[in-house]
């Protein structure tokens, strides 16, 4: 079992239209928490690094959320555009203090028109 | 485009075949990594590089032999692949190693690699 687990497993909305994803993780002791967006054909880009005191993060239309207690991180995306069709990871450091980062499966998420 | 560039983008070879993926980072970063995406899981850390010297090595088979000249440079030497090598690599770099939890990785593009 990973011990970075994404849902859904794919998405799909309308233009304009909100939407949530979820990352659960069970890697202790915790650091940071990361989530990319993966556009296809593309290597991963990075949305946001938070830390376990942080539990609300921005970037644009993009917000993450962070519960360190429940080992829970929402990734909110707002006013959906066709160009946010992509993957979105959830990446979080494999024990404290290591350069080996674990990766979720990722979110397909699928943006029409 | 991220500063992190990847050479070639699209691989076949055969099983009997050497061939090397180059990567280039135009950041002054410090650290660089390889890392293997298969289709439906999840991406896997191959090697770390800080300053120049190799501090991660994520149970790799010998087959795959990385190279670091100087910080700018990561090379993967491919030797008698398997078909289920078969993947996109990505290469990875950061200013510091991630060990400092503020870090941010930039990848490049990815070679697209078929084993035959």
């Known amino acids: 079992k990973n011990q970075v687990e994404q849902s859904p497993q794919s998405l799909i909305i309308l233009e304009g239209k909100n939407c949530t994803l979820q990352?659960?993780?069970?890697?202790?002791?915790?650091?940071?928490l990361r989530w990319y967006k993966q556009d296809t054909g593309r290597g991963p880009v990075s949305l946001t690094i938070?830390?376990?005191?942080?539990n609300t993060k921005s970037n644009g239309r993009y917000t993450a959320t962070l519960d360190a207690d429940t080992k829970q991180s929402s990734l909110h995306i707002t006013a959906s555009q066709l160009s946010d069709s992509a993957s979105y990871i959830c990446?979080?450091?494999?024990?404290?203090?290591?350069?080996?980062?674990?990766f979720g499966t990722g979110t397909r998420l699928q943006v029409f028109p | 485009e991220t500063g992190v560039t990847q050479t070639p983008r699209h691989l076949v070879m055969g099983m009997t075949n050497k061939k090397s993926l180059k990567c280039e980072q135009h950041?002054?970063?410090?650290?660089m990594y390889w890392y293997k995406q298969s289709a439906k899981k999840p991406l896997e850390l191959m090697f770390v590089?800080?300053?120049?010297?190799?501090?991660e090595n994520n149970s790799v088979p010998s087959r795959f032999s990385p190279e670091c000249p100087n910080s700018s440079h990561l090379f993967l030497h491919l030797h008698t692949l398997q078909p289920e090598d078969s993947a996109l690599y990505l290469c990875?770099?950061?200013?510091?190693?991630?060990?400092?939890?503020?870090?941010?990785?930039?990848f490049g593009p990815g070679t697209r690699l078929l084993v035959l």
């Open positions: 990875a770099s950061s200013q510091e190693p991630l060990a400092n939890a503020g870090e941010t990785q930039y």
């Open positions: 990352c659960n993780y069970t890697v202790s002791p915790f650091s940071n």
């Open positions: 938070m830390t376990f005191s942080e």
């Open positions: 990446v979080v450091p494999g024990a404290y203090n290591t350069d080996k980062l674990i």
């Open positions: 950041l002054g970063h410090n650290a």
């Open positions: 590089y800080n300053f120049k010297e190799q501090t």
